[in-house]
């Protein structure tokens, strides 16, 4: 009897557990484990090998081909917008294939669920991103070089080994390298004796540029010697020394769980819900975004994700001014993406999600841990106190991240998208790691220094920008949308205005809003003078108060893009030199650089798009927001520096008929 009891008393145990993990973390499991449910469910191990099987078999491919993307070929999107759970869906995969012995580039799709090769052709006169094996074939080929190695032992180096080769897209090219069409990269040098924090001893001056099909120099610089710095930059604790005493416990606790849920791949939080994908390219990528205001559910966002980025580097020496990293569409920041840890990059009640991709032989591979969910406190959300009765009105705000970061060589990425339970959506980029550092006798800041700032003895910090696109796919209360800018303007003193202190309404023409009709009039930038922001509005529905409702971009820091009219950077990232473009939705306009970036033409992404000058109103439109930071380095940035943070919000105008945040309980 005792026996049958405890056996009883176990079960009891082991059900409760159970059912408590069921309410507390449900979805975790489906997260990790996903089925595929939904047409934009991320492509399977299982899928990327039948995907790289079918191409083999169709293509006679070299043993030299590589595979430099693989990712889902995303269904259009009315199937999407139609489809409903347990309808059948078919299954597509994109494959962008390099043939390194011929140089040429090809795009395929798969099916899936046939097996069969639906497309296949060739990309002529590009190069895709550089593929990881290529870092090593680019070191060999330099180390082995007899110019180099003089170089090396010029500045007291007769140890290889010691030196680590960094290898980039090579950016701007000469007209010869134009003319070739050759795959290149330009090779960095740095010494890292016994240290593995190289990046604070850059040999300086000499720059190889490698050929990738050939597996030889394509040109090669020494500018002279350059003292490096022989100092120990590691920053771990057996280095630095005497610590800051460290800080009390501080911790976050969700006794009932979190707040959200997941099933599969989709999301749902305070009356948002939306889906997600790991992108090998773009990273982080949303997908129908919605909000249930209680009595309907309203579609907000089809697919948010990061277009590109390019980081121009201000210093005109040509071992330098090449330097101008499109770290999306020339590295696959996706694929660059790391494993997070709770308690670090994520706090402690957060959780981590896996991703699978596939490496270069098309062979799939999963990362644990590469994406972070978690809520966080932000503070008050609303408050009111009266004072006649004493009566206090408050509520906390909490906010819903998801976030993922990738390193880039020396630079350190982390990319927020930040859910409010006011109806806000919000973009935050954060930008940390080590300062792209050049070599330098100096050892005090002078004043022809004037591409940059000494940051630590023999040690330089170039002036240089980072700039940020994001793609912004709204159908805000359906697809049928407009964009309107919104510009304020004070009123001049007279009669009606006295103390000049006036505040009129829209039909006044203090407040203006304009129509940005076409695709070349929706190409913008910010004026803080007029307080400009930009909405995406509904061209079909109205509010409560007869107004269209919509979603306004409201911008935080910014910047200009400072290469000048004419420079070569400017003409290949057209896309920074605005903050706004609009166009009319077309499925295979993703990138604002173009599909290319590496080694490209200029004139490639937005400002192909918007040549059709198409109409925007009423239409299925894209907004594009540029954001950018001009770093000029600091000693404090110095040896890895703090974050810094830009971003954007998109906030509901009119789309709700109260604070959606009214009725949260205390």
Request: aromatic letters at 10%.
């Amino acid at each position: 009897m005792i026996k049958r009891l405890k056996r009883f008393l176990w079960l009891a145990i082991a059900i409760i557990v159970v059912i408590s993990i069921s309410l507390g973390l449900i979805g975790i499991l489906t997260a990790q484990q996903p089925s595929i449910s939904h047409p934009l469910t991320s492509l399977t191990e299982a899928e990327i090998s039948t995907a790289v099987s079918v191409i083999k078999r169709e293509k006679s491919l070299s043993e030299m081909a590589a595979f430099p993307l693989i990712a889902l070929e995303e269904p259009d999107k009315e199937e999407v917008l139609k489809f409903t759970p347990g309808k059948a869906f078919g299954r597509k995969a994109f494959l962008v294939i390099y043939e390194r012995s011929q140089n040429k580039t090809y795009e395929g799709i798969v099916d899936l669920t046939s097996k069969t090769l639906n497309s296949w052709k060739e990309i002529p006169s590009v190069q895709p991103a550089i593929v990881a094996s290529e870092y090593e074939l680019a070191t060999q080929v330099v180390k082995a070089d007899s110019r180099w190695q003089t170089a090396m032992r010029k500045r007291g180096i007769t140890d290889f080994d010691q030196v680590k080769i960094s290898c980039w897209a090579p950016g701007i090219l000469s007209q010869q390298e134009q003319a070739t069409g050759n795959r290149l990269c330009r090779a960095l040098s740095y010494y890292k004796g016994d240290r593995w924090n190289y990046y604070g001893s850059p040999i300086e001056g000499v720059l190889a540029t490698v050929n990738l099909n050939t597996g030889k120099i394509a040109s090669f610089v020494d500018r002279g010697n350059v003292p490096f710095s022989k100092e120990n930059w590691d920053y771990d604790v057996k280095s630095l020394g005497k610590l800051l005493s460290a800080p009390k416990a501080l911790k976050i606790l969700q006794p009932n769980g979190a707040s959200f849920r997941i099933n599969n791949n989709e999301i749902s939080w305070q009356g948002w819900k939306f889906r997600y994908l790991m992108h090998p390219r773009s990273g982080l990528v949303l997908y129908q975004v919605t909000h249930d205001d209680g009595k309907d559910i309203r579609p907000v966002l089809y697919r948010a994700s990061l277009s590109e980025m390019v980081v121009p580097y201000g210093d005109p020496d040509p071992t330098w001014s090449f330097r101008n990293a499109f770290d999306v569409g020339e590295y696959n920041l996706g694929l660059l993406a790391n494993t997070m840890d709770l308690g670090k990059e994520i706090p402690e009640n957060g959780l981590l999600l896996d991703a699978v991709f596939a490496n270069e032989q098309g062979e799939p591979y999963k990362i644990p841990g590469i994406i972070g969910i978690y809520e966080r406190d932000r503070g008050m959300l609303w408050k009111h106190y009266e004072y006649n009765t004493q009566r206090n009105d408050v509520r906390r705000s909490r906010e819903l991240v998801m976030s993922m970061t990738a390193a880039v060589d020396n630079y350190d990425y982390s990319i927020n998208w930040i859910f409010h339970q006011d109806g806000t959506l919000e973009v935050q980029n954060e930008l940390t790691g080590i300062v792209l550092a050049q070599g330098t006798a100096a050892q005090k800041q002078s004043e022809d220094d004037s591409y940059g700032r000494l940051i630590a003895k023999n040690i330089f910090g170039v002036n240089h920008q980072h700039f940020f696109n994001y793609r912004l796919d709204f159908d805000v209360d359906g697809q049928a949308n407009s964009v309107m800018e919104m510009n304020v303007k004070a009123l001049p003193m007279d009669e009606k205005n006295p103390l000049g202190n006036a505040m009129p309404t829209a039909v006044n023409y203090a407040v203006t809003e304009t129509p940005l009709a076409k695709e070349t009039a929706a190409v913008r930038d910010l004026d803080m003078k007029h307080s400009r922001e930009w909405m995406i509005v509904s061209a079909d529905k109205k509010n409560a108060l007869g107004a269209a409702p919509g979603y306004m971009l409201m911008p935080e820091g910014n910047s200009i893009f400072f290469p000048v009219e004419g420079s070569n950077i400017r003409q290949k990232a057209e896309f920074a030199t605005h903050h706004v473009w609009v166009t009319k939705y077309k499925p295979t306009e993703l990138y604002a650089g173009g599909d290319y970036p590496n080694q490209t033409q200029p004139g490639q992404g937005l400002p192909k798009y918007i040549a059709d000058d198409e109409s925007l109103m009423g239409e299925d439109i894209v907004l594009w927001y540029t954001m950018g930071v001009t770093h000029i380095p600091r000693s404090e940035d110095w040896p890895v520096m703090p974050v810094h943070q830009v971003g954007f919000k998109l906030v509901p105008r009119g789309f709700f008929s109260r604070n959606p945040a009214i009725n949260l309980p205390e």
